[in-house]
Nanobody
Framework: QVQLVESGGVLVQAGGSLRLSCVAS????????MAWFRQAPEKERKFVAA????????HYSDSVKGRFTISRDDAKNTAYLQMNTLKPEDTAVYYC????????????????WGQGTQVTVSS
């Protein structure tokens, strides 16, 4: 099973930008579609973005479409989430997730999760 480690979460001002990274190990990275989810305090974990195994297909939640970009670097076994024009409502713990199809990655029903990284956006 793949292991995932996120990094890059910090405190940032509204309107700023941030890039999160998710490094995978323990299995062949290109076997997995990748996704990002987030969980705000006292709220359910929600889908943010997903990318296919080939990187050719991406999918975003309406709340981040046009502001966030998901990408992957297979040579580095790393998925990224570039976040621009950040808003206070983007404050959450961001989790990386891996699954075998982009549709299943967007559902997040499996076990391959990272430990999360905290993003805080101040107003």
């Amino acid at each position: 099973q793949v292991q995932l480690v996120e990094s890059g979460g910090v405190l940032v001002q509204a309107g700023g930008s941030l890039r999160l990274s998710c490094v995978a190990s323990g299995d062949t990275f290109t076997n997995y579609a990748m996704a990002w989810f987030r969980q705000a305090p006292e709220k359910e974990r929600k889908f943010v973005a997903a990318i296919s195994k080939t990187g050719l297909f991406t999918h975003y939640s309406d709340s981040v479409k046009g502001r966030f970009t998901i990408s992957r670097d297979d040579a580095k076994n790393t998925a990224y989430l570039q976040m621009n024009t950040l808003k206070p409502e983007d404050t959450a713990v961001y989790y990386c997730y891996a699954d075998h199809t982009v549709l299943s990655a967007a559902e997040g029903l499996g076990d391959s999760w990272g430990q999360g990284t905290q993003v805080t956006v101040s107003s």
